[in-house]
């Protein structure tokens, strides 16, 4: 499923949680696959020659990410030309996955990795830049489209048959300000009770509360003193 993903993005966005970085896949995408065998040849390569395919594959997508950032946003990270940018960000791909400065900042008990990344790059020596910056950005994306259906069904529910004639921009404002008012914490509200429904079957259920209470009736009735009083 790795290898057949249009791009890198899961895979990249995995292996910058902190929690995951010395994950089995980052050795091996596919521990089934038959390695590759080498003869002969130099002895001197480059240094990203013995890299981990998964961690190469990462560092492409990244380099992708920093692409986007300077040619089509026109944003400078950390005061950074381009190609200091780049030569900056496969050092730092190396050192986050060895864990030395400046990406040895202890993970908290109940922090996640969007905070763990927004210290980083919240630090005034940019010593963890443009990396922290990239991070950020992509553990901050929604990796699904649950908000937007809901922001739908609301579109849906305002936009009833008794009120169908309200002009689109009534309805982008009136779903803003009902978002809103779900999402202020200043409300005394408390949320309303919703009780679990599950299946069950009643007869079933009934024949097994009635020889319940039979047993149960049966065990407290004094049976010796009845028999007195009748015999």
């Not at 010395?22 to 089934?32: E, G, S, T, V, Y």
């Not at 946003?73 to 200091?84: G, Y």
């Not at 780049?86 to 905070?115: L, S, W």
Request: with cysteine.
């Amino acid at each position: 499923m790795v290898n057949e993903a249009p791009c890198d993005v899961y895979l990249t966005g995995f292996i910058l949680d902190p929690r995951f970085k010395d994950a089995n896949i980052m050795r091996d995408l596919n521990p089934l696959a038959i390695q590759k065998i080498k003869i002969g040849g130099s002895s001197a390569q480059s240094s990203t020659a013995d890299l981990p395919e998964t961690l190469r594959r990462v560092g492409r997508y990244l380099l992708k990410l920093l692409r986007v950032e300077y040619e089509q946003q026109n944003f400078q990270i950390a005061k950074l030309s381009a190609p200091e940018a780049v030569d900056r960000c496969k050092e730092q791909v190396q050192k986050y996955i060895k864990g030395v400065y400046p990406f040895n900042v202890p993970f908290r008990e109940n922090d996640t990795a969007v905070g763990w990344w927004t210290r980083l790059d919240n630090d005034k020596s940019n010593d963890p830049q443009p990396l922290a910056h990239l991070a950020r950005n992509l553990l901050s994306v929604t990796p699904n489209s649950m908000a937007d259906e809901r922001t739908g069904s609301t579109f849906t529910w305002l936009n009833s048959a008794h009120r169908n004639r309200q002009e689109v921009a009534t309805l982008v404002r009136l779903t803003q300000i009902r978002q809103w008012n779900m999402m202020n914490e200043d409300t005394d509200e408390s949320p309303p009770f919703r009780p679990a429904v599950k299946f069950r079957d009643l007869e079933k259920t009934v024949r097994n509360m009635v020889a319940t209470k039979g047993k149960q009736g049966a065990k407290q009735r004094p049976r010796g003193k009845w028999r007195g009083e009748w015999g």
